[in-house]
């Protein structure tokens, strides 16, 4: 996939070409140029505020989908922020940069919604501007919105309030108020309701406040309610999802003022205007007080022009997270600094005398300013008389797994050449660590014959520290962190699909076969078609690691038939772990992939996946273009550590999310329904998306049974047609109960690709 970079920040870019806009010819490109050219007009009016995407991926032609929550796969440059809904918690994005517009270019998300508040220190803070959404009625029109956009501009006026036009691209126009003094939920929408009901008072023939659909005929419907903290708004130089690229454009007061002659405006118009007049809504959104830096304090004490050391201008941009480095500073006193990679810096200690190499030493180490990521490759001289003017030379460095993150202590797993075990920074007073080498990890109760970190020991008979080919038995399989694969390269990282299916760890010890889950139960019973595969393998003694699947028609694994009917499981193997008496649990992954590769090249029947294209964001968009459950990176380097959760492995799965209005069921004889019928709302209508089968406990289908049984009605509440099959035995009822939905991808029908159901029915 190719990248862009702005401002320092490379955006992945794929299918530029791709037409959004077919009655224009409008491309994915147009619209992330649009985005980065109008950025200085956007940004102050979305910063701060957490960012629903309308997405068209096929087309303004094609079914769109509202998306809230972040995907697992998202850049880590982004930043987020979390908001808790009910019952559950939604990550939203925040786009305050060029960068983070182009990645919604690219994603085809064409419409940006936002509410009309912004994050504070402890979440979503007091609305800081009043929007009034006009929406013209049936026989009225952009003239009417606009007459009523004046009325509603010189009544704020009477308050020493200014108000902002902007047409919205659709129907009608915005009008939106900035606050001095910014008030709460309840405090705004109170006010726009007292607006909006004095101005149906004062225009009753042309302005209704009312919800009522049947009350706007020939009125312009003056929606207050989009100040609700809970709403969202299209935001000022969105793009819409309509047959023509039209824009949420601002406008100048005397343009209202000539309303007969307004029109909606599309974006290559916009753009014009916008670079001839700048952002007409200048004064609407204050800046957003500027957020620490966490490399401040590392800036005010260096001087790039002095010291060879990096000193990066921008504000950092997180990596793998996973790194470190030691380095040998012999600066006015000799000492040894420790770097470990966490959020976009290195969080530094300087350890006098040196890392500890005994459990039994603990040593000083002072707690100093954020490095930056650059330093991990730093050596070299800094000048006399500079800060730690001195000699520094790279001590050691590799990668690491946190075991414990607080403010006053930290417990790590380095993989270095010199550190290769687990220590502990321990705050004592201010500044002030102990560096500790901790004792290692007894390991789990395990079968005779399997010692720590997986190695074959010796026996009781054999000579001391010698290790034994006595075959293992009982192995926990190595599990993977879900993070970023993203941003990971293919110099370091191998990357392999992530299958829908269960863990298995695979005995075969010369055509006998043991299949044990992951948590170590025998399961050969279960898995008849696994267990007669050691047939195939009776020359051997292996042990193997992978996963029992069933595929679909699709050539998909599907873990709902694997669970219907596991006799029809097959063994995907990833990993070998032991072959005809050698342990293979310290090699590196790259060895013991070519180990795997060879014996699946002399065992035909041994089911090897090939490994994916890298880069990992190449390898997620191979996954998602495949259907597939997601991706695994594992670092080429990393040995295979049993039963542990390891940052050297890292997952990233393609489930999307979005909350449904529940709009029906279909009868089931043995349980309260085989699945829910679901739709989303669109434009006040509601568009069915498909059927939800799966992803429910019983005591979850009972509840919702129970509570949609009071809202059976005779007609689909649908607005779209449906399909004779997806109409087959529903039961519709009053759409009153929503919920929350992960599935894979959308079809071409618009319907859900592999949803199950997550949490909701309130």
């Not at 908001?83 to 060029?98: A, E, N, W």
């Not at 997601?630 to 909350?659: C, H, M």
């Amino acid at each position: 996939m190719a990248t862009r970079e702005y401002g320092g920040i490379e955006v992945a870019v794929s299918n530029l070409d791709k037409v959004l806009y077919p009655s224009t010819g409008t491309t994915k490109g147009e619209v992330v140029d649009y985005f980065v050219a109008v950025a200085a007009g956007v940004l102050p009016h979305i910063a701060g505020r957490p960012v629903t995407r309308k997405r068209w991926p096929n087309g303004v032609d094609q079914p769109s989908f509202f998306e809230k929550n972040l995907a697992a796969h998202v850049p880590s440059w982004l930043p987020r922020r979390g908001v808790v809904h009910s019952d559950r918690r939604v990550t939203y994005p925040l786009i305050d940069s060029v960068a983070g517009l182009a990645w919604l270019g690219q994603q085809a998300a064409l419409e940006i919604h936002v509410p009309q508040w912004r994050f504070d220190a402890d979440g979503p803070g007091p609305n800081t501007r009043l929007v009034f959404d006009l929406d013209p009625g049936p026989g009225a029109g952009l003239a009417e919105c606009a007459a009523i956009a004046l009325a509603i501009r010189d009544t704020v006026h009477e308050v020493g309030l200014r108000a902002y036009p902007v047409t919205s691209g659709s129907k009608g126009i915005h009008v939106y108020v900035p606050l001095d003094n910014p008030l709460d939920a309840t405090g705004a929408s109170t006010v726009a309701k007292q607006v909006a009901t004095g101005l149906q008072q004062l225009h009753p023939g042309l302005v209704t406040a009312s919800m009522a659909k049947s009350a706007r005929t020939g009125k312009i419907f003056l929606d207050w309610s989009q100040n609700n903290p809970a709403k969202t708004t299209i935001a000022p130089y969105s793009l819409r999802g309509r047959e023509h690229p039209t824009v949420a454009a601002p406008r100048a007061w005397s343009e209202i003022e000539a309303g007969d002659r307004l029109r909606q405006l599309t974006f290559d118009e916009v753009l014009t205007r916008f670079r001839a007049d700048g952002d007409l809504l200048d004064g609407l959104d204050p800046a957003l007080p500027r957020a620490a830096d966490p490399l401040d304090t590392y800036r005010s004490m260096r001087d790039p022009r002095r010291t060879p050391e990096p000193v990066p201008a921008g504000a950092p941009i997180a990596g793998p997270g996973n790194r470190f480095v030691v380095q040998e500073h012999h600066a006015r006193r000799l000492h040894w600094d420790v770097r470990l990679e966490r959020d976009g810096v290195l969080v530094s200690w300087a350890v006098p005398k040196g890392p500890p190499t005994s459990p039994k030493q603990n040593r000083l180490a002072v707690h100093t300013e954020d490095h930056p990521l650059e330093y991990l490759d730093f050596h070299g001289t800094i000048p006399r008389g500079e800060y730690g003017g001195g000699e520094m030379t790279i001590w050691d460095r590799g990668t690491y797994e946190t075991e414990k993150w607080r403010d006053d202590e930290v417990i790590v797993r380095f993989h270095g050449e010199r550190l290769d075990g687990r220590y502990a920074f321990i705050q004592t007073s201010g500044t002030q660590w102990l560096m500790h080498l901790m004792k290692p990890v007894e390991p789990e109760p395990a079968a005779a014959g399997v010692g720590a970190r997986g190695k074959v020991v010796r026996t009781a008979t054999g000579p001391a520290g010698a290790e034994s080919s006595d075959f293992p038995r009982g192995l926990r399989p190595m599990l993977a962190t879900a993070a970023e694969v993203a941003n990971l390269d293919d110099t370091d990282w191998a990357f392999e699909i992530k299958w829908d299916g269960f863990r298995l760890i695979g005995e075969f010890d010369r055509g006998t076969a043991t299949l044990r889950s992951r948590a170590g139960n025998v399961v050969t019973d279960r898995y008849p078609r696994i267990a007669a595969s050691a047939a195939a393998l009776a020359g051997h003694r292996v042990v193997l690691d992978g996963e029992a699947v069933v595929l679909d028609d699709q050539g998909l694994s599907n873990v709902a038939l694997l669970q219907s009917d596991p006799a029809r499981a097959v063994f995907v193997v990833f990993d070998v772990l032991y072959l005809d008496g050698t342990s293979l649990i310290g090699k590196r992954y790259s060895d013991r992939r070519m180990v795997l590769e060879a014996l699946a090249a002399s065992v035909p029947e041994l089911l090897v996946p090939d490994r994916m294209s890298g880069p990992g964001a190449t390898a997620l968009d191979i996954s998602r273009e495949l259907g597939q459950e997601g991706v695994v990176a594992k670092r080429l380097d990393s040995t295979y550590q049993p039963g542990r959760r390891s940052q050297a492995w890292i997952k990233t799965r393609n489930w999307r999310t979005q909350e449904v209005v529940i709009g029906g069921w279909r009868r089931s004889p043995a349980r309260p329904f085989a699945s829910l019928l679901v739709g989303i709302p669109h434009e006040g209508t509601l568009q069915y998306i498909g059927r939800v089968g799966t992803g429910f406990s019983e005591r979850q289908q009972q509840e919702l049974s129970a509570r949609m049984r009071p809202l059976e009605r005779k007609t689909s509440p649908f607005d779209n047609d449906l399909t004779a099959e997806e109409i087959a035995d529903a039961v519709w009822v009053t759409p009153k109960l929503t919920g929350l939905v992960r599935f894979m991808n959308w079809t071409d029908a618009g319907r859900l690709w592999h949803p199950a159901w997550v949490s909701g029915g309130r």
